[in-house]
């Protein structure tokens, strides 16, 4: 019989309230355009497991999904009023020591692939740190993910994390209408202060959908868009739902499926108010049990 790997849960804590408020202000790196700025966040441990591979014992069914190794999850909240969260930026993030209380460096990583002392950039760290679903619906709160490919030491009480996220953050949302743009390929007169433009039209294969609209958008005019919407003349919504968003150097492509192709068309671009990048010196210090 063939074996397969499947993962086993050694322990599995929810952490019930492990509240840290730090001001998070910019440090002396230079990355693009943020500033200062008071931003309060608050970071809450809700869960811990620890994972270990039963490769070669013979199982031939999934024991418990999970990865192995060891996975720290956290939800981040903005605590100011007015201000939501964009996203988080793994290459632009640091994560500076991720270790449990016996002194064991959990990342697993190898040391070559460090781009500095303690810390990982670029892909390596999208693998360690990332965002697990999407935003709430206020926009105020995301799950992070912390995972390390090492297993906690036997008898270890806990674990820390230290890290410098890269967070995009706005004041709220604002809301521009466009009226009367001829829905065909080529520049749209009324956007031309965006540089957005119809890429194509073509069917769509969606059900409920009639055609796909591309549109290409500047990369930087992009990174400000919260949400796109087309209606018809009559200002009803036909957007079904954006289906593909390609980024490229300077430029990105966001295709769209519409219930209909109306002749003359309407957008409603929400726009994130004063976009803004700083930096969240994240502390974690996880218990194992309650």
């Known amino acids: 019989m063939k074996l397969r790997k499947w993962p086993i849960v050694l322990s599995l804590v929810i952490v019930v309230s492990l509240p840290l408020i730090i001001s998070a202000q910019n440090d002396d790196e230079d990355l693009g355009n943020e500033r200062a700025n008071p931003v ?47 996203q988080l930026e793994p290459e632009n993030s640091k994560l500076l020591d991720f270790r449990d209380s016996g002194g064991k460096d959990l990342i697993g990583v190898k040391k070559n692939a460090a781009s500095e002392a303690g810390s990982m950039t670029g892909m390596l760290l ?29 008898g270890a009480r806990g674990m820390k994390i230290t890290a410098l996220l890269s967070l995009k953050v706005a004041e709220g949302e604002r809301e521009e209408l466009f009226k009367g743009l001829p829905l065909k390929p080529g520049p749209i007169f009324d956007l031309n202060q965006y540089g957005i433009r119809v890429a194509s039209i073509r069917p769509a294969s969606l059900t409920g959908a009639d055609v796909v609209v591309a549109l290409t958008v500047p990369l930087d005019v992009s990174d400000e868009i919260a949400e796109i919407r087309f209606m018809n ?26 219930r209909e192709r109306p002749q003359i068309m309407e957008m409603r671009i929400t726009f994130y108010k004063n976009p803004m990048r700083i930096i969240y010196p994240l502390v974690l210090d996880v218990s194992v049990g309650l």
């Open 233 to 258: 003349e009559a200002g009803e919504d036909i957007t079904v739902s954006r289906t593909a968003y390609t980024a490229l150097l300077d430029t990105t492509q966001q295709e769209f499926a519409l």
């Open 40 to 86: 309060l966040f608050e970071a809450e441990v809700v869960g811990l497991s620890v994972v270990k591979s039963t490769e070669g014992l013979g199982f031939d069914e999934v024991v418990v999904d999970g990865e192995v190794g060891t996975t720290v999850t956290a939800v981040l909240s903005v605590v100011n009023e007015g201000y939501q969260l964009i």
């Open 126 to 154: 999208k693998e360690v740190m990332r965002t697990k679903g999407g935003m709430s619906e206020d926009g105020r709160r995301m799950v992070l993910e912390f995972h390390g490919r090492e297993l906690s030491m036997k």
